[in-house]
């Protein structure tokens, strides 16, 4: 079982539409990030957090600690969207490590 | 906005041969990565390398690996005999005096294509 786990893999929308990406961990974690990989496979990072909520613009995540939940949500989804996004997580059980999901694919179609 | 710089973008290596992948992370960041990225695959961790030297490795990081910091800017990942299965994409990373508890900035990345 992988111990950070994204889903969906694959998710197509219509533009507009509101985007939820989840990413659930099995081990215990001091802070987790969400990155954003461009089609031309450049990496960038969204967020980093460690409890509740932040926002940037179109983009809010959020964290559930106690769940071992994190989500990533897009409002007012726009093509320019359309992006592999990964959450990874720092793990406190293998020397403060991050440990990768595999990435959720996201197409977003105008 | 500071960038990490990584070149080349692209390198073509023949199996055997010793390649360099160069990077400059963000000047005041204090945290350096390389990662890789096979294609169609998860981005994996190699090595992070704090206060000058190594902090952790991954078992793909073998003594084919070494990584320097040579002159207090540039930060090199050498892979000493290639092997076709070290095509991938290699992503240098910095951060600043929190570690991974920092945002971490991403290069744009090396695509080494081994023959």
């Known amino acids: 079982k992988n111990e950070v786990e994204q889903s969906p893999q694959n998710l197509t929308a219509q533009e507009g539409e509101f985007i939820t990406i989840n990413c659930s961990y099995s081990?215990?974690?001091?802070?987790l990030h969400w990155l954003q990989q461009h089609p031309g496979g450049g990496i960038v990072s969204l967020f980093m957090l460690s409890s509740g909520k932040k926002k940037h613009g179109r983009l809010i995540a959020t964290i559930n600690i106690q769940e071992k939940h994190s989500s990533l949500h897009i409002t007012a989804s726009h093509p320019r969207d359309s992006a592999v996004y990964i959450c990874a997580a720092i793990n406190m059980d293998s020397n403060y490590q991050l440990i990768w999901g595999a990435g959720t694919k996201l197409i977003i179609k105008p | 906005e500071p960038e990490v710089t990584q070149t080349p973008s692209h390198q073509v290596t023949q199996m055997g041969q010793e390649v360099i992948l160069r990077c400059v992370p963000i000047?005041?960041?204090?945290?350096f990565y390389w990662y890789r990225q096979i294609l169609g695959q998860k981005v994996e961790f190699l090595v992070s390398?704090?206060?000058?030297?190594?902090?952790?490795k991954s078992e793909i990081f073998d003594d084919q690996f070494s990584v320097e910091r040579p002159d207090g800017s540039n930060f090199t990942l050498k892979i000493r005999s290639t092997k076709l299965e070290d095509s991938a994409m290699y992503f240098c990373?910095?951060?600043?005096?929190?570690?991974?508890?920092?945002?971490?900035?991403f290069g744009n990345g090396t695509r080494l294509t081994v023959t």
């Open positions: 990373a910095s951060s600043g005096d929190r570690g991974l508890n920092s945002p971490l900035h």
């Open positions: 000047s005041n960041h204090l945290y």
């Open positions: 081990v215990g974690i001091s802070a």
């Open positions: 390398f704090y206060n000058n030297e190594i902090s952790e």
